[in-house]
């Protein structure tokens, strides 16, 4: 094993061992930041408005959204992006990572579906969260400088959790199969091609579905605990929670039933 270590800086070393700390080092900034976000963050400053000091409560929200929030914002976006940019260089960088029948064997089904829900949750970061948190951002700043408040604000907010609290769903299962990958007895397995149409388009539905339901393009929109929103509301952060792990354990499901020989 010695006599094929080439140093920390060859291309063996860096996809199999250098790219993978860097990566899960910048995902747990991400994931972490993540879930302040929506364990911490969200449900705290929703109680600052709180009678019967709601006029205090509301500026101290807004400077908190001005000063805490925005600093957050950044670690977190540019940790969604070290985390995807350092998983794409360990498949660039390790040698042969998509042979030997990668798309056919349960490891490699399962960290692609891995991959697949953290590319979301990064489009999503970017895409929505970030652009709606802008203006949300702009509008706290706006009003502790003595502006009028902007009208659109609230609906950016709440299309900023929808979607962010749709990522906490996920990031559950995107991380069970990223160990899954590694670590699973299975993950040598070659899977039928029966066995693999079915998983994937169990797998796909069900996170299309999910994700336009965190867009709003599904009928409920983004009306509160209506539709499938309700994964998104309730009491604290009961709701997320319990679809976080719902949608795990129906994936945990279809990969001991479909990820076999």
């Known amino acids: ?3 094929d270590y080439n140093g920390f800086f060859s291309a063996d070393s860096l996809g199999s061992f250098g790219f993978r700390w860097l990566h899960i080092l910048a995902g747990i900034a991400w994931i972490g930041l993540l879930y302040y976000f929506n364990f911490v963050q969200v449900p705290a400053f929703g109680q600052f408005e709180a009678e019967p000091h709601k006029e205090i409560g509301g500026k101290a929200r807004l400077i908190a959204i001005d000063k805490v929030a925005r600093k957050a914002l950044w670690w977190f976006r540019w940790a969604a992006v070290s985390t995807f940019v350092t998983g794409i260089l360990i498949t660039v960088v390790t040698k042969n990572y998509y042979s030997n029948g990668f798309g056919k064997s349960a490891g490699g089904i399962a960290i692609s579906t ?3 829900l953290g590319t979301i949750m990064l489009l999503n970061v970017w895409g929505v969260i970030w652009r709606c948190q802008k203006v949300v951002l702009a509008n706290a700043a706006n009003v502790l400088a003595g502006g009028a408040p902007d009208p659109g604000a609230a609906a950016a907010g709440r299309k900023a959790v929808m979607a962010s609290r749709q990522n906490t769903i ?5 991380l069970f199969f990223m160990v899954y990958k590694g670590h699973s007895l299975r993950q040598g397995v070659e ?5 693999m149409m ?4 169990i797998a796909l539905v069900i996170i299309a579905v999910m994700e336009l339901n965190a867009l709003g393009m599904l009928p409920w929109k983004t009306e509160a605990n209506k539709g499938l929103n309700q994964m ?3 009491p604290g952060v009961r709701n997320p929670l319990i679809a976080a792990f719902g949608l795990w354990i129906v ?3 279809l990969s001991e039933v479909l990820l076999k020989a």
């Open 1 to 3: 094993m010695l006599a």
């Open 198 to 201: 079915a998983f994937w388009t």
């Open 170 to 174: 996920f990031s559950v299962s995107m």
């Open 191 to 195: 899977v039928s091609s029966g066995s």
């Open 232 to 234: 998104y509301d309730g």
């Open 251 to 253: 994936f945990l499901i």
């Open 114 to 116: 891995g991959m697949l």
